[in-house]
């Protein structure tokens, strides 16, 4: 059954059910650390139910002590997406018409295949230089992915990985930004959107916000998140590449995606309050000082 699924010739003429069903059967079998199947492709590592259970757990506690660690954010969401959830979020893309071509296509977001310099010539309302106004302002790149390694089927390998490349895009799209509280709000986004365990285990990471930071996430972004994930289309199926020149407010009402009150904003404003009210107990305190 092994070279039957590794032969391209063959795996095309079985049913999808059955090529699913064999895959999952193929990647949930028992071995060894000591007798380890080969890579099912580039890059691919090989675990066992014990080892995906530890990097799950090692990397669920990692994350949550030090949220800006994509590694170890990169391997929980591939530690918890088989068997089930990657395989759920590839039916999705098969059941579009333009997931199916991103399949066929297997494009990757990178300063290689998408230049930034053409994104920023845009018109500023572009899908395309709204991206490359949120990478400036954030200060980061789309080359910051790393790869998948622990996903067993080859297919759904890509499918995480696209997900991983157009994370930025989401980001762009809801205009949230990377500070943790951005974090938090964009991964509930995606939990209810795409129903990836890791995106829901992140949300974990409100318990480090501060209090004022949490009242804003229960308050506002997580109604937001939830009401919007559930509601617009799976955002996986976006062609990014050949959306970049659309109106972005086009593309957001299309897909059913409110933007949310904007964070920066509410945070450069909480701090000058807390300045001003700062400034205001100085003044008092140098007032009674001099009385």
């Known amino acids: 059954m092994a070279l039957l699924l590794r032969n391209p010739a063959l795996r095309s003429n079985l049913p999808r059910e059955l090529l699913t069903a064999c895959t999952i059967s193929l990647s949930s079998r028992n071995f060894s650390v000591l007798n380890r199947p080969p890579p ?3 890059g691919h590592i090989p675990l066992t139910k014990l080892e995906k259970a530890g990097l799950a757990i090692g990397s669920a506690v ?15 969401g591939e530690a918890t997406a088989t068997p089930y959830f990657i395989y759920r979020l590839r039916d999705a893309m098969l059941s579009s018409p333009t997931g199916r071509r991103i399949l066929r296509d297997r494009p990757h977001i990178s300063s290689k295949t998408m230049s930034l310099e053409y994104l920023r010539s845009l018109p500023a309302n572009t899908v395309g230089r ?16 790393s790869s998948v390694k622990y996903i067993d089927d080859e297919e759904c390998a890509y ?23 951005g974090e938090v709000a964009l991964k509930a986004f995606e939990f209810a959107n795409t ?6 285990l992140s949300m974990f990471a409100v ?12 308050t506002i972004y997580l109604p937001w998140a939830i009401s919007n994930g559930i509601k617009s289309k799976e955002v996986i199926n976006i062609y990014w590449e050949e959306e970049l020149e659309r109106d972005v407010e086009e593309l957001r009402n299309e897909l059913g995606i409110e933007k949310p009150v904007d964070l920066r904003e509410i945070r450069k404003k909480d701090r ?20």
């Open 40 to 42: 099912n492709y580039e």
């Open 62 to 76: 990692g994350s949550l002590i030090n949220p800006y660690r994509g590694d170890l954010i990169a391997a929980l």
């Open 130 to 145: 709204t991206y490359a106004d949120w990478l400036d302002r954030e200060g980061v790149s789309p080359d910051t992915r």
């Open 159 to 181: 499918v995480m990985q696209r997900y991983r490349e157009c994370h930025d895009f989401y980001h762009a799209l809801t205009g949230l930004p990377i500070v943790r509280e």
């Open 195 to 200: 129903l990836l365990p890791m995106t829901g």
């Open 207 to 218: 318990t480090t916000l501060k209090p004022a930071e949490r009242k804003r996430f229960f």
């Open 272 to 291: 000058a309050r807390r300045r001003a009210e700062k400034e205001a107990r100085e003044r008092s305190s140098d007032s009674l000082g001099i009385n």
